[in-house]
């Protein structure tokens, strides 16, 4: 093998083809390696732009191994590891490419021949990178401009990301900034390029690179650096200060330590991954003064770590004020202000401040990111700017009033009394910051209102209320009407006032509250001990007023409790952040879904047709024919702004969005404004799983209600089946949750780990439309399902189901069925597949009695599995645990000689229940995905079914079973 450094162009450039084997997993980076990523190339223009000299940055290594040479003689090369960053980066660049095309399109069609592609080349060997076969249509669509470019794939997902970020790096088209970009990609980013030769084994590599054991940590790497730099002290330093250094923070806040150490003393672009090379930089500047020098360094980390832990643990501060302020800040949760905080620590230490002082400043710091939240400001300018606040605070200042002079300053966007009155009116609180920073909000204000016996916060479990309930009944709808004015009817309305603050409260009792009529919940208000609940309690009644009352009154407590920023520097109205919000939506909603502008009023804070005006007017904004009516049409004035001659229902159908024969959007296709809020970060939903919020346990009735409720329509039947499926999925241990959309509640059946609450669920329930969503998207991330072969044997398993045909491609997306095809036996298969799901994951409670799990026609039932004793065949323990060593060669000889990842294989050789998972197999109506694999590589001797046949092993087996594996090995013209 030989390893280089190169930049990410020098490895592409040129004619040839980079091709993902199927052994690897598919697309999974989200939108935390995405983000992460653009971090590195946003800093690297800035470098550029500022004329600074640095080396590129290193992001990883990529592991290429020769593959076949066309016809054509050109090369191919099979990405054995690094594929992730890879697709990542020709994302990166598909969406330069967009970003270019309507201002510089000669610049646009060079990245794409360039980058993207072999120009003189056709089908499959045109692209500079092909992906595995389930994410190779999304990619290529990307690629290749298509309309279902960007769909809710993790494909369409990043690709949406960086268009995105492009957008918000360079807002006005400027070529230049662009340029800087491509730049960056094409020069500033390198990666360590590892080529095996032809001989090696190209599996073997793939398993050694991501089985190598637990790798040393950046502080490790320091730690053996720095003793290897003391000689004669070495023993001395790591017993006196490095080890009880080390005991105290503990591995993680080390590093912790470690890179808040390099950022403030100045180096603001300092990454926690990369704390080793840059503190091994700073740390040769000292070693020529000898190893006593070095020693004063390790001892002044030492002494900042014991600071560094009063911060982390506010128990240990002895100043009250002090104390209280830093525990704030840690309910606040992450660790954006740590780096202020410790440099504030640090001068407090030296005797350059005082306690009061210190409380002051953090303070203003809590304040900047309180106000800062409640406004709805991106983060993304966040880090850096208290990052570099240690360097440029100034020195000549009290340590209290630097600060605030510096959040203060221009662009750096702390809300002004006045921003934050009318943030608090108008801006859907409810989806702004994290929930933990909604929460806090609302306690802060309790606890600011001085009650004579303060609520304990920590014996209860409070939640976020809204009074006036997410789904209105009639009543409320009712109460609304007389106070309609601009808006376009009561539901507009109730949009509208729905999520702001004024409207929303804490209480323990969510589910008893629910959507109840207004006179009920104020008699449990009235018996709360939060005096937040009291005054609503007072209120004759609820509405606009009363919302917008109330609103204006928690406006003047947080004036009082979070400090306003010195006056001149604040620039947020100028801004007008709901636009911001507006363009983000539109350039993250995916192809083949729509949304309505009712939805993206509320998330924004805005009215309906304040929508449809700046839609109108603002031509350059992405995806606006994804925007429809509430009744799902097309509205009647909307125009192309390029005047284009396709209408948006044509462009909407290519996209992949259905029509009803009256012109109606399906609706299982609309994105609801929760959903809009996840897709930007403002939702409630954990994982897309749905538009969960936060809730109690006790809300679980409340929910399970609303979601029988909106299922009644579909009749008796309906109801009774899914009911049933859910009534064993839980009794065969499973856990079932439910999302808490305005207009649907759906229903997720779900599978914990110890170590992941939800880790994994298989479907999902629309109750309204009365569909089941198949979630191979969700799947494709997750082990074991990240195997293609175990989704498409699930896809099989539920084709078996009268009714259901879902197609091949839909194996990365989320094909929805009819929940009317579980009637007659198409319940009981679902139910077989519901068994063998769980049992794939590992997490199933064996039914009691032997009777809970739904057996496979001529299978094993899942709670026999270990022994199987069919009709016309004798168990032999002896035997089977031979059959079972035998399949843990052949999964060992197949991925040896023929590459193939044999996901069925390799779960009848990790189990004692081989030869039960063979009979499985033999008793499905078709082929194992494996099976049909090994056949297109003409290995059908590597196969269950000739193993099966093998007369050692035919005691195990019926006749019957026997039969089939030699049927499906003649079929394919093997005799055995």
Known sequence: MQASEVTFFKLIEGEKQFQVPLYQRTYSWGQKECARLWEDVTEQADILASGETRTPHFIGSVVLAPGTVSAADMQRWLVVDGQQRMTTLMLACCALRDRLRGIAPREAERIHKQYLVNEYKEGPEHYRLLPTQVDRSSFTAVVDGDARAGGDDTIGTAYRYFKNALLDTDPKGDVEVLKRVEAVLRGRLSVVGITADATDNVYRIFESLNNTGVSLSQTDLLRNYVFMLLPTRGERVYEKIWLPMQDELGPANLELLAWLDLVIRGDHRAKQSEVYRAQQQRLDEVVGQGEEALETEIAELRRRGSLLMRILDPAREPDPALRAVLERLKEWGGQTAYPLALHLFDLLDHGRADAGQVTRALTYVESFLVRRMICQIPTNNLNRILNSAPRELEEDRPADEAVRRYLSAPRRYWATDEQLRAAIATKPFYWSGRAAQRVFVLKRLERGMGASEPVDFGTGKFTIEHVMPQTPTQEWLDLLAPEVTDEGGPAELHRAVLHVLGNLTLTADNSTLSNRPFERKQEIFDASALRLNREIADAPTWGKAEIQARGRALADRCVELWPAPLPGGADLADDRQEWKTLRRLLAELPAGRWTTYGDLAAVIGSHAAAIGTHLAGRPELENAHRVLTSEGQISSSFRWPDGRIASAREVLEEEGVAFSAAGRAAPEQRLSAAGLAALIGLGTGQDGSGDGEDGPDGEFERLLQRFADQLEPHGELIGETVERVLEHWTARGGSVDFGTAKSETSCFLWLDRPDKPGWIWPVVFYPRS????????????????????????????????????????????????????????????????????????????????????????????????????????????????????????????????????????????SGPASVAEARRALAAPRVSADFAVLRERGRLDLTVEAHVLEPRFAPLFTEAEIWTARQRLADEGAAY
Do not use: C
């Open 770 to 909: 009365a569909v089941v969503e198949v979630v191979f998207q969700h799947l494709s991330v997750r082990p074991p399902f990240d195997e293609a072969a175990l989704r498409e044997e699930l896809r099989q398993r539920l084709n078996r189901i009268d009714g259901v045909d879902i197609p091949e491609a839909k194996l990365v997306l989320r094909p929805r069925f009819p929940v009317a095809a579980l009637a007659g036996g198409g319940e009981a298969e679902l139910l077989r597949t519901l068994d063998w799901f769980m049992e794939r994951v590992g997490t199933a409670v064996p039914p009691e009695g032997g009777d809970g799990a739904v057996p496979e026609d001529g299978a094993v039932p899942a709670a026999d599995a270990a022994r199987p004793e069919p009709d016309g065949a004798v168990f032999d323990e002896a035997l089977a645990a031979e059959f079972h060593n035998a399949m843990f060669l052949l999964y060992s000889r197949v991925k040896a000689e023929t590459g193939h990842n044999a996901v069925a294989l390799l779960k009848m050789s």
